[in-house]
């Protein structure tokens, strides 16, 4: 079946720092690839998303590529805040109706 | 804006008794979701409505129910809460047209205690 592999956290940085989170997946067929972010005590929000390979996500700085051959999809900030401390979860949907199959989630820690 | 609410944010009820979850969608989107999440983990999908027609998990228990009167309500019931239902429940929509279905859109969230 189909899985998302992320690492595993807390990744602690320093202002300013860059950020760097893995994910790769497995999947029959061609998923579309998404980066949810949940901020302490809430709903989870979506960062960005890809649906097709070499696709590239973008928003609030941060990116991710498509990348079929590798099946990844890691997520980059060039340079992280205080406020982007949250929790990160990589996630595929690979069927018809959008069902999101979720990786364990990466808890980033930003210091001052 | 269009939002994805839940009521209440928070809710506590007790071991046994029976409990009703809300969500309310402006969005118009025609699939709704119901997560179940623990601390420190992901999601895990306890069922999901295509338009009225219910889908639930294999290893949902039955102690989960869902209603969806309308489109933009939906209902999560649990029947008999136990200890290990105390959990975040996440709701979530999206639409699916012409086959293809775009992303999930989530609310705050219902953090459940039970004592």
């Known amino acids: 079946g189909d899985s998302v592999t992320q690492m595993e956290g807390p990744v602690t940085l320093s202002e300013e720092a860059f950020l760097t989170i893995n994910c790769t997946y497995t999947a029959t067929g061609y998923p579309s690839l998404f980066w949810y972010v949940q901020y302490p005590g809430e709903g989870l929000q979506l960062l960005l998303k890809?649906?097709?390979?070499?696709d590239k996500g973008s928003n609030k700085g941060f990116e991710a590529t498509y990348r079929k051959e590798t099946t990844s999809f890691h997520l980059e900030k060039g340079s992280v805040q205080v406020s982007d401390s949250a929790v990160y979860f990589c996630a595929l949907s690979s069927d018809s109706w959008g069902k999101l199959q979720f990786g364990a989630g990466t808890q980033v820690v930003v210091t001052p | 804006d269009a939002m994805v609410i839940q009521n209440p944010r928070y809710q506590v009820t007790q071991f046994g008794k029976p409990v009703t979850l809300s969500c309310s969608q402006t969005l118009n989107h025609n699939v709704m979701y119901w997560y179940q999440q623990k601390s420190s983990q992901a999601p895990k999908l306890l069922f999901h409505?295509?338009?009225?027609?219910?889908?639930n998990e294999a290893d949902t228990p039955d102690n989960f129910q869902s209603r969806r009167p309308n489109t933009s309500f939906c209902f999560l019931d649990i029947r008999s809460p136990g200890l290990g239902d105390a959990a975040m429940y996440l709701c979530a929509t999206s639409e699916d047209s012409g086959g293809y279905t775009y992303e999930q859109y989530f609310g705050p969230g219902t953090r459940l205690t039970v004592t």
């Open positions: 409505y295509y338009d009225k027609d219910f889908n």
């Open positions: 890809a649906t097709k390979a070499d």
